[in-house]
């Protein structure tokens, strides 16, 4: 089955960039999205086919995916950016989920 | 404004059954796909189920295959997932998304809050 595999945990000091990383078997040759997930909360759509950002998702929040790895980018990271981050993709007619990653800012 | 409202969810017993609902509003539900969600307490998300806009395609992980049923009513504008012979790993709060498009391989633009589901003796 296919797998997608995140770092459990990313840290980011305020004001600087964050790079959350999402590894897969030709990642590059699906689209990615990723989610954002506050504690208590249910998941927000961040970014979709690659490099997407829905409407209200703040410019900071950026995406690509080449290879093997999709990455989410997060510029000028602020306190309120402090959440679990998911990738997502789908095989065949699966739609699979990389495991999280905890994004601190300290 | 798009809303999803899960409901059904509860305490029930190994081996039983539960059926979870999902209430859409805001969009044209037949034209969408519809997927459920699960979150194990302090754990990632986890693909369920989803389901095509005209039901033609419906998909299931393996962990729920052969136990689990997914289905829609564009009369209610509901979609609905049928649980039976529950497990203790099937514990979990259920989100009901709405996909991007009409097929399932598609990410999901809108989340529901939940719906809690407890599997216990």
């Known amino acids: 089955s296919y797998e997608l595999t995140q770092p459990p945990s990313v840290s980011v000091s305020p004001g600087q960039t964050a790079s959350i990383t999402c590894s897969g078997d030709k990642l590059g040759n699906k689209y990615a999205c990723w989610y954002q997930q506050k504690p208590g909360q249910s998941p927000v759509l961040v970014i979709y086919q690659d490099t997407k950002r829905p409407s209200g998702i703040p410019e900071r929040f950026s995406g690509s995916n080449s290879g093997n790895t999709a990455t989410l980018t997060i510029s000028g990271t602020q306190a309120m950016d402090e959440a679990d981050y998911y990738c997502?993709?789908?095989?065949?007619?699966?739609?699979?989920f990389g495991g999280g990653t905890k994004l601190t800012v300290l | 404004e798009v809303q999803l409202v899960e409901s059904g969810g509860g305490l029930v017993q190994p081996g039983r059954s539960l059926r979870l609902s999902c209430a859409a509003s805001g969009f044209t539900f037949d034209d969408y796909a519809m997927h459920w969600v699960r979150q194990a307490p302090g754990k990632g998300l986890e693909w369920v189920s989803g389901i095509s806009w005209n039901s033609g395609t419906i998909d299931y992980a393996d962990s729920v295959k052969g136990r689990f049923t997914i289905s829609r009513d564009s009369a209610q504008n509901s979609l609905y997932l049928q649980m039976n012979s529950l497990r203790a790993e099937d514990t979990a709060l259920y989100y009901c998304?709405?996909?991007?498009?009409?097929?399932?391989?598609?990410?999901?633009?809108?989340w529901g809050q939940g719906t809690l589901v407890s599997v216990s003796s």
């Open positions: 997502q993709a789908w095989d065949s007619s699966i739609v699979v």
């Open positions: 998304a709405k996909g991007f498009g009409g097929e399932l391989l598609s990410h999901c633009d809108y």
